[in-house]
Every structure is written in C-alpha cells, then in structure tokens.
C-alpha cells in the first residue's frame, strides 16, 4: 500500500497510488511517524472561515512475502500477505472572523482508525490474485461555541468512513505488469448535533486498473479507478424530529501516475493523482456555515475535485534496513450544496477551498526484512 494510510484524507483513493518501492521480500515490517493536517476554508469580505483536523499518526506493518519469477513484473511480490494500521489521534479547530453577527467555534478531539490488508496469490504462471481491504475512518466530537469564544452552544458529532474490498487479478510479462480488479467501498457520514442528526451508510461499486513497468533503475506506474451508485439516507431534524429515509448519489473517480529512480543505495520516487468524490453529507472537517445550516435544517452534499503530489525517498542503512520519508500534499475545490430537509426553502451553495498549504503529511519510519532479501 501507499503512504495514504498516514494522511489526513478520509475518501481519498485508497488503491491507486497503492505501490511504494520495490517490496521486500521475506518477513518484513515497517515503523513510522507521521504528521498529517486537513483544512477546509472560505473566504468572503469579513475574512477566513476555517475547519481543520490533524493526526499524529504511528504506523506500524507486518507481512511476509515472496518475489515473482526472474525478470518478470515490475516489483509486486507473487505471494504476500501483510497488515498495514495506522490508528492515530486528532484535534480539530474551526473559526470564523469575529466580525461576523454570530460567529463559530469549536475545538475536539477524536481518532483516525485506519487498516490496510493485503493477500496474493501467485496461482498461475506468472499471474496472481489480490484481495486488497483498506478502511479509512474517522470519529470525532466538537464542541462549538456561537457569538464568540467561550460561549457554549452545543457538541456535535462526527463519523467519515471509506472501506473498501478488492478483487483482482495481476499478469506479469517481462519487465512489466497490469492488474485489474472489482471494487466495493462502503461509505460512512454522519452529523448529529442537538438539533438534528444525518447518516448516510451505504456501498458503492466499480473497479481499477494498473499498469507498472520496469526499465532499469526506473519504474513508472499508471491507474485509476471509478465507482459510483446511491447510498441510502436518515435523517431527523427539530423540531418534530420526524424520520425520514432517502438515496443519494455517490461518485468517486481518481487516476494517478509515478516515477521512481534508483540511484546507489537510495530510490526516489515522484507521484501526482487526481480525484473526484461526489457525497451526500459534510461530516468531516465541519465549517460554521455548515453547522448553522444543518442546525436549521439543511442537509449538505459535497462534490470536490482534488490534485496532489507526494514524493518518497528510500535509503539502506544496513543490510535489510531502509529509512524511508515522505511529503504528501493536495489542492482541493469544494462545492457544497444545502437541501432544505424541513420546508422545502430554496436551497444554497457554498465554495469551500482546501489548499496544499493546509492539506499536507510527512513522515519518517524504517522498513526491514528478516531472513529475506531487499532489491
């Protein structure tokens, strides 16, 4: 897997950017640290409205694997079976500018509980199968204050979740190998706050693809993915908190590509990806306006559009030993939409930015092999 397991990023593309530097091969492990932030903000003539949420992340990976044939493929192991967690707590704070009528608040507190596991099979020739499950999750609560600090209002709590469940098949051909594979990702938002509560809680469905080849000191990866459906809907809002159950769209497409370097005893590697997601909710990095309007009976929606960078360097210190780093960083476009959920009121937009000086990881950790062999 990617280093997407130690980032700040709940739907992100959890599969395309999936392959680090040559694996190892044998019993392996890996240690990190990380630091990863998330920002969501507008901008309008009284100043900057802003929610972030921020993880230190401790990483920690077991697995065992075994290399393809000679010569054939482009690095992914034959056989594998691995577990990757990165399980880390958060703080979130959101502001808007004093100078408004009856600005917001709020600080909390909560946890990433991130997975990533690995299975494949070398069953023919030089084809394997994968079965790939990476869960990204977050729960959180605030609690916020409305017309100025220290004024308490209320908490609300938070849950964004994206779990997804592959299954695929890897061919490899000399120096070379492409990889298909289906794909489900059950997709998790919820809002509830005094005044009302929203869950959405439902699968989706699609596919990748990936093609990686080798040349030298130089590997070069391209993939992307699509999914899409309607993920069912529950809602109840003040007052008469009356039930109500619904379908709403989710989409979510990503392609991203690579290129790694090998140089002595260290490889770098340079990574760009774009995504797309389509939601039904915001329940993750909340603005006051969002709040306000899910307090009056607004349902949001969320359609964004993401490009990023992320570079790795890998170094053997020792025999079997690698230190490894990395930075990670993503320029997102937001449009949110609110759907009035009571009385049929006209409904709204708001332009939300996450930018890469806000939405950004590092870390630093080692890798290891026992008994096996590094490349």
Known sequence: ?????????????????????????GFTGEIMGAYGTFERRTESSSGRSYSNTTGKFPLVALGWTRPAATGMGAGTPAWEASGRL?????????????SDPAPSFATGSGRFENVALAFRGALVGNGSAEILFVQHRFRGTDVYDVGGRFQFAGEQILIAMRRDLSIGWRQRFAGAEIAVRLQS??????????????????????GGVEALLARGPWRFF????????????????????????????????AAGLWAERSVGRTSFRLAGFWQDATMGWVSYA????T??????????????QTWGVELTARVLVGTGVFLKAFGHFA????????T????????????????????FAFGLGLEFTLGGKSP
């Open 86 to 98: 990165g399980w880390a707590a958060s703080h979130t704070e959101s502001a808007e500018p004093e």
């Open 340 to 359: 009035d959920a009571l009385y049929g009121r006209p409904s709204a937009t708001l332009d939300v930015l996450a930018p890469g000086t806000d939405q």
């Open 222 to 253: 391209l993939g992307g993915e699509w999914l899409s459906g309607s993920v069912p809907r529950d809602e109840q809002f003040a007052p008469l908190y009356q039930p109500v159950s619904g379908q709403d769209p989710a989409r979510l497409r």
């Open 331 to 338: 320029w997102t476009n937001e449009t949110v939409t609110f």
């Open 286 to 289: 909340v603005l006051g306006e």
């Open 291 to 304: 709040l306000r309007r899910f307090n009056d009976g607004f349902r949001p929606g969320s359609a964004s």
């Open 185 to 206: 990702a059950l997709l998790q938002g919820k809002i509830n706050t005094v005044e009302g509560v929203l869950q959405g809680n439902g699968a989706i469905w699609g």
């Open 1 to 25: 897997m990617g280093n997407d397991l130690v980032a700040a990023c709940i739907y992100c593309a959890s599969l395309i950017l999936g392959r680090d530097a040559p694996s190892l091969y």
